[in-house]
């Protein structure tokens, strides 16, 4: 009998063995295994929810969190949807393959490049069991093979749902061994799995900040990863009232325990009066908690519909994951400017403005992987983006930025064509 590293190793090989033809496999048998994917996920819509619902009421029992109580839930509508992201995915373009650059040099080379599968991608991820499916697809469109170890508190779900995965891309002809699963929880295979270079291309670790940390630190083949959104709404003194409304609500509230929710609302001096009751109305419909600065606290005043707290400087640079924003009023954009350079986790960060030259500072001047003009940052989302689905979003500049989706899952090879040309 093997043992779990035994295991690990040879599921590591035969994704290794996989990658090698999944480079060259055709655009057709990826999309045929996608669709059975997004059937199998209606289909089967059962098995999956009482598979998730032994981990809700496990994890409920355990004390966990309500936002993450809200990542690890499953519903026919959130599976409905997932079915359809996986649709997507298929109707994209197989970018695997493609030639460009291409270019003929004075000694008569043409040189170029063909964008290929990166090979082996590892996926280690918390609570999100919907990320099972997201990745797998991703990674197949994009012609990788996958080794994916989900959390333990969501092995039932993920059991289920890589399961499925494998029946399904087997009946359309993908190479066996192309997505791999490994349903043991303990945390020492996570660390030999870090040290599989050899095998492993690219490790996405998606989770909390200590996951993120633990991965990156640990691993021996390159990361991308994610870390925390701390994300901004900036109304500056021109921005339109209507919008800067509706725009911070539903930033904060259509979803709050997602990294790409509002987590500190800053207000223009000059329409702070005027906004702030107005937004603070709104979210007080949907229970926000707003931590306030004092120039907040004196506009808004204690009312008895308003939760008001007293901002400290802890709120400042917080990810909230919740119904419970940060509030600060500025003087300038300047000002604005600096806060988000200084507390901001390079995420996503949004102006509201009528004013164009503000408008293009803010996106000159603001690090970040997205920056909005007038827009809820909610929208930091493969799905979005059109890109189908993500990995994740990576809040690195190296190799990719931002939600990874098909095109960000390869890389490329140099071709180089020649007639007898030799180096003098």
């Known amino acids: 009998m093997k043992s ?43 098995e999956i929810l009482d598979a ?13 969190s309500a936002a993450m109580l809200d990542r690890l839930m499953l519903s026919e509508s959130r599976l409905e949807a997932i079915a359809q992201d996986v649709l997507a995915v298929a109707a994209l373009p197989d970018s695997v393959g493609e030639v460009f650059d291409m270019r003929t040099l004075p000694n008569g080379l043409q040189v170029g490049k063909k964008r290929v599968p990166l090979g082996v991608i590892g996926a280690i991820y918390e609570s999100r069991p919907n990320v099972t ?15 994916l170890r989900g959390g333990k508190e969501a092995i039932h779900s993920n059991s289920a749902l890589a399961k499925l995965v494998q029946q ?16 043991n ?22 989770g909390g900040a200590g996951l993120i940390k633990f991965v990156s630190e640990s691993a021996s083949m390159p990361v991308v990863s994610g870390g925390i959104g701390v994300c901004h709404t900036y109304v500056d003194r021109s921005a339109d009232v209507a919008k800067a409304v ?34 603070a109305a709104e979210w007080a419909k949907a229970g926000v908690e707003m931590h306030c600065d004092e120039r907040a606290l004196a506009i808004l005043k204690p009312q008895p519909s308003l939760k008001l707290v007293p901002a400290t400087d802890e709120d400042w640079g917080k990810e909230f994951l919740s119904l419970v924003a940060a509030v600060k009023v500025v003087d300038s954009l ?15 960060e949004a102006i509201v403005t009528e004013e164009y030259q503000a408008a293009m500072r803010f996106l000159n001047e603001v690090d970040a992987a997205c920056v909005y003009v007038n827009a809820s940052t909610r929208f ?21 930025r931002g939600p990874l989706g098909v095109r960000e899952l390869t890389t490329y090879k140099w071709i180089i064509f020649g007639s007898g040309q030799v180096r003098s």
């Open 133 to 147: 499916i997201d990745i797998s697809c991703l990674c197949l469109k994009s012609g990788n093979a996958i080794i």
């Open 185 to 206: 929880t303990d945390r020492a295979l996570v660390d030999h799995l870090l040290r599989m270079n050899d095998i492993i291309d690219l490790i996405i670790p998606r």
């Open 334 to 348: 300047d000002e604005a400017l600096e806060h988000i350079e200084r507390f901001g986790s390079g995420h996503s």
């Open 380 to 400: 930091t989302d493969g799905g979005q983006f059109g890109l189908g689905a993500e990995v994740g979003i990576s809040t690195q500049k190296l190799h990719a």
């Open 168 to 183: 399904a891309v087997t009946r359309a002809g993908v190479p066996d061994g192309a997505v791999q699963f490994i349903d």
């Open 52 to 64: 998730n619902q032994i981990d809700y009421k496990e994890a409920e029992a355990s004390g966990m």
């Open 246 to 279: 509706a725009i911070a609500v539903n930033a904060k509230v259509q979803r709050p325990t997602v990294c790409n929710a509002l987590d500190t609302l800053l207000v223009h001096a000059a329409l702070a009066e005027r906004y702030l009751p107005l937004v």
């Open 4 to 46: 779990p590293v035994e295991e690990l190793e040879a599921k590591g090989r035969a994704a290794k063995a996989a990658s090698r033809r999944m480079a060259y496999l055709s655009a057709e048998v990826k999309d045929k295994a996608l669709h059975n994917i997004s059937n199998d996920l209606l289909a089967k819509q059962g």
